[in-house]
């Protein structure tokens, strides 16, 4: 049985807790809870619990007496429970109500192919549950979920080396760290001959995170768990007084969530100088400050919506700082469809940070992935293969070589004169009308209708001229 064919069978099990009301997303909670336990069995690991709430605590239990320990060992393990027992189990509760569904539950993952999970990795059986769930549209889970294939090219084109520090300040299941962290492994053959302190440094320091809502985090401490890493993954905002631990950065590889915060609030930390309600401008603030300013090689990654590129007033000026303390060398416009939010568009902005703090960014070339791409969705998967040419123009010694329609370059002092709008590097799109083929509509309508409104006040004004002379002439 293979990875897929397990992860498939444990989400069948949510059908059994249907009846109890519990959505996608808690299910999945609700079965870290339960694996947690399973897998540090099967991993020989279950001296971080005490003896009587282990694996066979569950196993050998049935009915009533099953679910009253359940409910006792999720209190005591989030209240008593130490380093990352406590940090899975914080503030833990069932939302099963029904003694038979729980008892159905552990005997089924109890009866899975452990040999084979354990032979392709539980970390990999993990993740997969959590796509499952990013890909179900009702849990919302996979509202903003960033593709794995995303994910690796991102990863692929900042290039993480051993003794570097990486960071996620948005970490969500902690996919891009995770990533980051396979891909230094299998550059550096597992590890193997590497000094001891290395890789304890690459295990337990190399990558951290910072992630606001609880029920997430517990799902990324799980996730780096069941990796082989002892990460640290702070509870909390990152544009709150908490993000200003996080600095001196490597290497930054997130996808912020989209929107404004709540209420239009501001953030609460005092060290970002541009203060606005638009969360991805404080993250982009907080990125690009988060690095290290002192190598001349710390680098971002940052998936971010079309607005922060075009946005006036303090977006404008937030970009003009990004630009002269760091060189924004690539921008990716992405396709449409690869989140599922209706019609987000979004980029991924690659930058360096400058060991000066000014002129950093000489020009800009961006790659066009959205006028005429393919639709993405379940029917046609996004893949690594997509992002080939725009990898190999990327990675170009020559990029003004690079023959590609999809690759363009504005030097700093064209888009300076363009207000330091960044919504460039699409080509025309021949099946849209010049109106649509306009980088922001709305915007340039509004344009559009104030110069007609001026044009009518000229036309009002001549005919009052007019008729002024048709009633001299008649005098």
């Known amino acids: 049985m293979n990875t897929q064919e397990i992860v498939q069978k444990l989400w069948n099990l949510c059908n059994v807790l249907r009846d109890d009301g519990i959505t996608y997303h808690q299910y999945v909670t609700e079965l870290t809870y339960i694996l947690f336990l399973k897998m540090l069995d099967e991993t020989g690991n279950d001296d971080q619990i005490p003896e009587e709430y282990r694996w066979s605590s569950l196993s050998l239990k049935h009915g009533m007496e099953l679910y009253t320990h359940y409910r006792t060992l999720l209190n005591d393990l989030g209240n008593k429970g130490k380093g990352l027992v406590g940090s899975i189990y914080a503030n833990a509760s069932t939302n099963i109500t029904t003694p038979a569904n729980l008892e159905k539950i552990i005997k089924s993952i109890d009866a899975l192919d452990w040999y084979s999970a354990r032979h392709e990795g539980l970390g990999d059986l993990y993740e997969g549950l959590l796509e499952k769930n990013a890909n179900e549209k009702k849990s919302g889970a996979g509202q903003y979920f960033t593709p794995r294939p995303l994910i690796n090219v991102m990863v692929k084109l900042l290039d993480p080396q051993v003794g570097e520090k990486c960071n996620d300040p948005a970490a969500g299941t902690f996919g891009f760290m995770i990533a980051a962290s396979q891909y230094v492994k299998s550059k550096n053959n597992d590890y193997y001959g590497l000094e001891t302190s290395k890789v304890q440094f690459q295990?337990?320091?190399?990558?951290?995170?910072?992630?606001?809502?609880?029920?997430?985090?517990?799902?990324?401490?799980?996730n780096a768990m069941l990796h082989g890493l002892k990460s640290e993954i702070l509870l909390g905002d990152s544009l709150s007084s908490l993000g200003q631990q996080m600095k001196n950065m490597d290497v930054i590889l997130t996808n912020p969530p989209f929107g404004t915060k709540k209420g239009g609030e501001r953030p609460t930390r005092d060290d970002l100088p541009f203060v606005t309600s638009n969360k991805?401008?404080?993250?982009?603030?907080?990125?690009?400050?988060?690095?290290?300013?002192?190598?001349?090689?710390?680098?971002?990654?940052?998936?971010?919506?079309?607005?922060?590129?075009?946005?006036?007033?303090?977006?404008?000026?937030?970009?003009?700082?990004?630009?002269?303390?760091?060189?924004?060398?690539?921008?990716?416009?992405?396709?449409?469809?690869?989140?599922?939010?209706?019609?987000?568009?979004?980029?991924?902005?690659?930058?360096?940070?400058?060991?000066?703090?000014?002129?950093?960014?000489?020009?800009?070339?961006?790659?066009?992935?959205?006028?005429?791409?393919?639709?993405?969705?379940?029917?046609?998967?996004?893949?690594?293969?997509?992002?080939?040419?725009?990898?190999?123009?990327?990675?170009?010694?020559?990029?003004?070589?690079?023959?590609?329609?999809?690759?363009?370059?504005?030097?700093?002092?064209?888009?300076?004169?363009?207000?330091?709008?960044?919504?460039?590097?699409?080509?025309?799109?021949?099946?849209?009308?010049?109106?649509?083929?306009?980088?922001?509509?709305?915007?340039?309508?509004?344009?559009?209708?104030i110069k007609l409104e001026e044009v009518l006040h000229l036309l009002n004004e001549i005919v009052e001229d007019l008729k002024v002379v048709e009633v001299g002439n008649d005098d």
């Open 280 to 449: 991805q401008l404080n993250f982009l603030q907080h990125i690009y400050r988060a690095l290290n300013p002192r190598t001349g090689t710390a680098r971002a990654a940052v998936v971010l919506p079309d607005n922060v590129l075009f946005q006036d007033g303090d977006g404008q000026r937030i970009r003009a700082d990004l630009m002269e303390k760091c060189n924004l060398h690539t921008i990716l416009r992405l396709p449409v469809g690869i989140f599922y939010a209706q019609g987000v568009k979004t980029n991924v902005l690659f930058f360096n940070c400058g060991i000066n703090d000014e002129g950093n960014t000489k020009a800009v070339w961006f790659y066009d992935m959205r006028t005429n791409m393919d639709s993405f969705g379940k029917r046609n998967l996004l893949t690594e293969a997509y992002f080939d040419a725009f990898v190999s123009a990327f990675q170009s010694e020559n990029r003004d070589q690079v023959r590609d329609e999809r690759w363009s370059m504005y030097t700093r002092e064209q888009i300076r004169e363009k207000g330091d709008n960044l919504d460039i590097g699409l080509m025309v799109d021949e099946s849209l009308s010049a109106f649509d083929n306009l980088p922001h509509p709305i915007d340039s309508a509004r344009q559009a209708i």
């Open 203 to 222: 295990l337990n320091e190399a990558f951290t995170g910072c992630e606001l809502v609880p029920e997430t985090q517990r799902l990324a401490l799980m």
